[in-house]
């Protein structure tokens, strides 16, 4: 199957633990045989280069696209967000370049699309998949439903 997997942060180093969950998820997903397409937000002090070479990282995921997202942006996003009704985590991540990204990559058909945490859920519509899962690690994600 083809799996796109959306972070709201880049999944290396593993030092948290919902990043050791989502990599964990995907790892097994990567050696069951399926092709995972990683998507996600980089702080602009991360070397985008050096971490799209990881070898860690090249062993499960077959491609992957790097979104560089930084404070000021995700500022701007919250004082916005004071005229919408969105919830702050969503807000805090929308990026008008992750949606041209994820609109670009919707002439493939995955098969499964995967959100870690409730901050990609804005996305949902931009991807084209079948079936769609929301990995809702920490319980700020919880508290929304």
Excluded: W
């Amino acid at each position: 199957m083809k799996i796109i997997v959306l972070t709201s942060r880049f999944p290396f180093p593993f030092t948290s633990g919902g990043i050791k969950r989502i990599i964990s998820i995907c790892r097994y997903l990567s050696n069951k045989g399926h092709e995972l397409t990683l998507v996600s937000y980089i702080r602009p002090n991360e070397n985008s280069i050096n971490a799209c070479k990881e070898p860690e990282l090249k062993k499960i995921f077959n491609e992957i696209y790097l979104i560089e997202i930084n404070y000021l942006e995700q500022i701007f996003n919250v004082l916005v967000n004071f005229f919408y009704r969105t919830p702050f985590q969503i807000s805090l991540y929308r990026s008008i370049r992750m949606s041209k990204l994820l609109k670009k990559l919707s002439s493939i058909e995955y098969d499964i699309s995967i959100f870690h945490l409730i901050r990609g859920a804005s996305y949902l519509d931009d991807i084209n998949a079948k079936h769609s899962i929301l990995e809702m690690t920490d319980s700020i994600s919880l508290n929304m439903i």
